[in-house]
């Protein structure tokens, strides 16, 4: 049976799920494309595959028939894909791990879905979104983390409190900066195995307050007629350093 009407319930919802207040009543979003679809698989969190007629995928999911229209309307790309997902967010966990990631009002979806995917390259253990980070089930950052989200403890907290409970487990807080501090690559092996990096907003970098709170200002070695370098580039090139 294929859905062919705009009207449809099921149908309805999808469309919905394009925005992130009804993906935060409903707990669940879309990804779109198969790479993404079987990365949500392997994390389990697929509700209902979503596909257009005669389509087929080696995946055991319940599934949804729908016709090109109704993909047309659901998905958030220039060039649609035959095949989708409706899946449910991943569970809200601990800070696990001796490696952490605080992303401080992170703004736009393509820098956090970069961010995310260096983070699992570089071994990270948790991501830590502060309250007014780009939402991390945003279509954007979903395709920008190429899947790598489904794969890590990414969750939400608020930053003062966080730094409060890291300082407890006595992981040292390094602040990312542009001007002074120390030059990420004279880290020793020691201030490496265990630490949580901040990293601030696309604009302002890290509040004055939450460096306050840091053990460490780090800043990356560069020409110094460059002022600053985008916040996902930078990130990257900081875990990097940290994971040597």
């Keep these: 049976m294929v859905i062919t009407s705009l009207d449809n319930e099921k149908v309805k919802k999808y469309i919905k799920l394009k925005k992130k207040k009804y993906r935060e009543e409903y707990g669940e979003f879309i990804v779109e494309g198969m790479h993404l679809v079987l990365e949500a698989f392997k994390s ?30 659901i998905t958030t790309l220039d060039t649609p894909t035959n095949i989708m997902a ?14 952490l990631l605080i992303l401080d009002e992170v703004q736009d979806p393509g820098n956090l879905g970069t961010i995310i995917r260096s983070a699992k390259a570089f071994n990270i253990d948790t991501v830590i979104l502060s309250e007014n980070t780009v939402d991390l089930y945003n279509p954007k950052v979903l395709r920008a983390t190429q899947g790598m989200l489904f794969h890590l403890n990414v969750i939400h907290r608020k930053i003062d409190k966080t730094l409060d409970i890291i300082k407890n487990k006595e992981i040292p807080i390094y602040g990312s900066g542009v001007d002074y501090g120390m030059d990420v690559c004279t880290l020793n092996k020691k201030d490496r195995e265990k630490y949580a990096l901040i990293v601030g907003n696309e604009g302002n970098g890290v509040r004055s307050s939450t460096f306050e709170k840091c053990d460490k200002k780090l800043y990356i070695k560069m020409n110094e007629r460059v002022e600053s370098l985008n916040v996902a580039v930078a990130t990257s090139i900081l875990l990097y350093e940290l994971n040597k």
């Design 86 to 99: 409706l899946c449910k967010k991943l569970p809200d966990r601990d800070i696990i791990g001796n490696k």
């Design 44 to 73: 389990g969190i697929i509700i209902e595959l979503i596909m257009e007629e005669k389509e087929a995928i080696p995946i055991p999911s319940p599934y949804v028939y729908v016709t090109q229209e109704i993909i047309n309307k």
